[in-house]
């Protein structure tokens, strides 16, 4: 594309021309086969003749292919490959046939999808090489200046058709190396399921080579992309000098390229390493730590080498063992509900109703004797002399309910919070006094 041309203007003309591209496999396979013998017998143009040689080759390997139609089919071919622009048909003369080219598109498809590029340190090598020894006599021609012509066939020329060019074949090649990647990565998934035992050298073999690799790549990328860098710089300031603003253009796009490929490399050498580092991860975890391994390997290795080192599998039964244990009798568990008062102290429910019950009955007999309902603390005291001291914390508040159910209430007024009295060493009570109610006295008396 050139470098006036934009986004726009590429795809009306694609649109207009109506360019598609519908290969088959058979045509693909046509298309390689000629590839392949241009570059062998260094012949670039085929007779119409050649090119139904060629394809009878490829329809002999198809299945199903009549040999009646064979001709047909190879006319059919040739028409698709040229409607779609992947061969061009040279018009013969008197004295000499048409002629059928591969086009350089066709070219690229098999280059990129069959036989893929060189993308080898060498190679890339190479091409930096290339690029430098053309960038180097730009620079010398621009600091030596010139009038327009000059500019335009020593410097404006090279940069845009020759550097730019060799810097996209450095671009396809890192594409190459992206497909290589994947296919390294599949294949050490696919070792890792099927057979991952007799497989854990070969994974390692294909992680550390892609690693060193592309270490490799990363240390030429870097060095040769800063003395590119220098070059366009030096080209740019002469080009600035001279007025000649295209020129810096053109050098700003081939910077740019350049940053693209420095990112690469770093960018695919640090996912490589993630990728390095999961697949060690799962062989640590799901294959070193696995028990039957040991057994595993050693049984395969001696089915395999038993011709050389027979072996015989001894069975033996295994014997019974008896186990002798203690058996101790499940003790009763009472499931009635408890209530702990003190430390060490357990009181059925059941104690506890009899208990108030006999705390009520205590203080209506000691009503009925002396015809008077007694204070509080007289009655606790007279209770703690009769009753055992781990049941005066509960006879205590069932004594004041009975006192209050006798009719008497607690008259807040004359009862100071801080009164209190002791009943007995370490037991106090609160003073508290209840209003006598005679109408309630006289009715319990009678009932």
Known sequence: MSVSQDIPALVRKILTQQLQIQLQPADMAFLAALRFWKDTESQPEFSEDELHVVHQTVDCTLPDNLADSRQ???????????????????????????????TPLAEQIIDSV???????????????????????????????????PFWKLQIEAPLDITVSQLITAIDHRQRQLDKDAIQTRSQVVELLKQDWQNAMSRCEELLTSTQARLQDLQKLLLASCHELR??????????????????????????????????????????????????HQYLRQFINMDERKALIERTLDGIQNYQTLPWYLQCVSEDNLTRLRDIHPPSQIDHRAQIIHEEGAVTDIEDIDALRTEVRLWLQQKVNVDQQLPSYEKALANLAQEWPIEKLPLAAGWLFEAMTQLGHQQDQKTIPDHHWHEIIPEFEAESLSLDRNPQREKTLANG
């Not at 040229?82 to 008197?94: D, K, R």
């Open 114 to 148: 069959n036989i893929g590029l060189e993308a080898s340190q060498i190679a890339l090598s190479t091409l930096f090489m290339t690029v430098s020894s053309h960038l180097t006599d730009i620079r010398n021609a621009a600091a030596h200046g010139g009038n327009d």
């Open 72 to 102: 047909r089919r190879c006319n059919e071919a040739i028409r698709r490959l040229l409607e779609q622009h992947l061969l061009i048909c040279l018009e013969g003369g008197e004295h000499r046939s048409h002629a059928y080219l591969v």
């Open 230 to 279: 220098h070059l366009l710089e030096a080209i740019a300031k002469y080009s600035e000098l001279y007025e000649r603003y295209h020129v810096v253009s053109s050098v700003l796009r081939l910077e740019q390229h350049l940053d693209r490929i420095e990112h690469w490399s770093s960018e695919r050498l640090e996912h490589w390493e993630t990728f390095h580092h999961r697949v």
